[in-house]
């Protein structure tokens, strides 16, 4: 819901992975989640950290990530709107 009213990001978690690295106690682990938004576009975030649910929040701030970047790159693409009127 943050995501949502923050940047008004529509998300659906598809996937969720979580393993550690080793097999120590003091061992970091990695989740993987896959995201798609409200078009079906879908985004993949990956992280580590020595905290589980760190490590999945950054995760799933990485593939939110990926698709504020691309709503950017898509509006600096657009002309201006006066621009078009000419």
Same mark, same amino acid.
């Given at each position: 819901n943050a995501? @949502?009213?923050a940047?008004?990001?529509h998300l659906t978690i598809?996937?969720?992975h979580e393993h550690t690295l080793g097999r120590r106690s003091?061992?970091?682990s990695v989740a993987y989640i896959s995201c798609v938004d409200a078009r079906g576009a879908r985004a993949w975030g990956v992280s580590i950290d020595n905290d589980t649910a @760190?490590?999945?929040l950054q995760a799933l701030l990485s593939a939110a990530g990926q698709f504020l970047q691309a709503e950017n790159s898509?509006?600096?693409r657009r002309p201006a709107d006066d621009?078009?009127?000419h």
């Open positions: 995501l @949502r009213s940047f008004d990001l598809e996937d969720y003091d061992s970091r @760190r490590a999945a898509q509006s600096e621009e078009t009127s």
